[in-house]
């Protein structure tokens, strides 16, 4: 992220209002690279201890607004879940038996089916911005889990916002909000409609960055 140089007065104690502007909103950007890391850690494979154990301390963020409610919620949840109840949990929303509750692929949300349009629309997309498949992964590239990790890399590796809106406005924004509220209200999930919640309220933040003038 560029900052501005040489804007404080010599010989001043003021706060440098440019420079605060800019470490306000590298915080910013490094919270929503997390959020992001977040989702995709908790839709790619069940949560281990580690991970629940590091979820849980969010139960003590005091935001009053819903992302902050949400997240500490998700805390909450995450105290009283164990690996084990938690990675049954996983399998009945998204593995099951031939098939689980849900299925978090864009292809899937937008036609009904896998493997289509929108998947091979964004291969050419990802290898545009130098992404590359990796050898031994056979998950397709439109799961939620692999699109939330691509934006947490644009963001981390601070790309021009209008090619981070481009992707997320091409990828994510015609069918995340559905997959979260399809999340929040699954039949199977305990644990797992707290991520809802957190994921509604996080990607309508989203939207309403998107759609700024930045």
């Not at 209002?17 to 069940?46: F, G, H, M, N, T």
Request: charged share 25%.
């Amino acid at each position: 992220m560029t900052t501005h140089q040489g804007a404080h007065a010599v010989g001043s104690d003021r706060a440098d209002p440019v420079k605060a502007d800019s470490q306000a909103l590298a915080e910013e950007q490094q919270y929503r690279a997390e959020a992001y890391r977040l989702i995709a850690a908790l839709l790619r494979s069940a949560p281990d201890a580690p991970l629940l154990e590091k979820i849980s301390g969010l139960s003590e963020v005091a935001a009053p607004d819903e992302l902050g409610i949400s997240l500490s919620m998700l805390g909450l949840a995450a105290r009283s879940f164990d690996q084990r109840a938690a990675a049954e949990e996983f399998h009945q929303l998204f593995i099951g038996l031939g098939r689980g509750e849900l299925v978090p692929y864009a292809s899937w949300y937008l036609t009904g089916f896998l493997m289509e349009k929108p998947l091979g629309e964004l291969r050419e997309h990802l290898l545009s911005l130098g992404f590359e498949r990796q050898a031994g992964i056979h998950e397709p590239e439109d799961h939620i889990a692999a699109l939330c990790e691509v934006m947490s890399i644009l963001i981390q590796e601070d790309c021009p916002h209008a090619e981070i809106a481009r992707f997320y406005e091409a990828h994510l924004a015609p069918w995340v909000d559905r997959l979260f509220a399809d999340l929040s209200q699954a039949r199977a999930a305990v644990f797992y409609r707290n991520l809802g919640r957190f994921g509604a309220a996080f990607f309508e933040l989203e939207r309403r960055y998107f759609s700024m003038q930045i």
